[in-house]
């Protein structure tokens, strides 16, 4: 299709910008819209719809994950509320 | 400056190809999969931007204040999307019986990605950062823009 090689040719130009680890992160970015988007002419209605399903199952684990981190490594400024954390997990 | 514009400019052509992507589709049989498309476009969005944040947050380009306001909100986004999606999975055809139910989804997955925007990205201060995060919204804004389009189409009754 032609926008796919569109879309492929725009990816020399994704290094072009910030530091090497961003680059190198946009580019894989790019890469994974890119195979989304061409994958889904040769997917079925259900499998696309699955497919969002995992992705926005996956979404929510590394939200979380993220959360957790966030909030268990606070040190910045004041989150009111102190912290007793603790509770007896097993 | 250049380097945003270069990024800005692929977003940009990306989202232009997404939106040919629905295009190719045809008729009015195919209503259900370009739900399904986007849908699977925003959830692929959210992806992208939590990427791009844990990657800024490494590098120390928007600090933990900001990514926990992003992570809240992509978490709110993501919960919204995803009941879109459930529900339009179980929908066989797309009319007027269930069209008003499939629109307040839908509205709640628009002002998830707009408060987002306006709470989240907006509110980073690191210009290179939000200008990188806004172009990821404007993906999802695009995927978001041709659900718009069908819902503004007239719905056929059901049949009885």
């Known amino acids: ?90 | 400056m250049k380097h945003s514009k270069t990024w800005a400019t692929c977003l940009t052509l990306v989202l232009a190809m997404l939106c040919l992507s629905f295009e190719c589709g045809g008729g009015d049989g195919d209503q259900r999969r370009k739900y399904a498309k986007a849908a699977d476009n925003i959830a692929g969005g959210i992806n992208t931007m939590i990427k791009v944040k844990r990657d800024f947050a490494q590098n120390g380009r928007i600090s933990a204040d900001e990514e926990r306001r992003l992570t809240e909100l992509l978490l709110r986004a993501n919960e919204a999307t995803t009941a879109f999606n459930n529900r339009v999975r179980t929908v066989t055809v797309i009319d007027a019986s269930n069209s008003a139910e499939l629109g307040n989804l839908f509205a709640s997955v628009t002002s998830a990605i707009a408060e987002l925007n306006s709470s989240g990205v907006l509110g980073v201060q690191n210009a290179d950062a939000k200008s990188k995060l806004s172009s990821i919204i404007a993906t999802i804004n695009a995927a978001m823009a041709i659900i718009s389009q069908l819902q503004a189409q007239p719905q056929p009754t059901p049949t009885p």
């Open chain 1, 1 to 90: 299709m032609d926008w796919m090689t569109i879309i492929t040719n725009l990816l020399p130009l994704v290094p072009a910008t910030g530091s090497a680890g961003q680059a190198t992160v946009l580019a894989q970015l790019a890469l994974e819209l890119i195979t989304r988007i061409k994958s889904q002419t040769g997917m079925t209605t259900e499998q696309i719809f699955e497919r969002a399903g995992l992705t926005l199952e996956q979404n929510k684990l590394m939200l979380l994950e993220d959360l957790e981190r966030l909030n268990a490594g606070t040190g910045s400024g004041g989150s009111s509320g102190g912290g007793s954390g603790g509770g007896g997990g097993n």
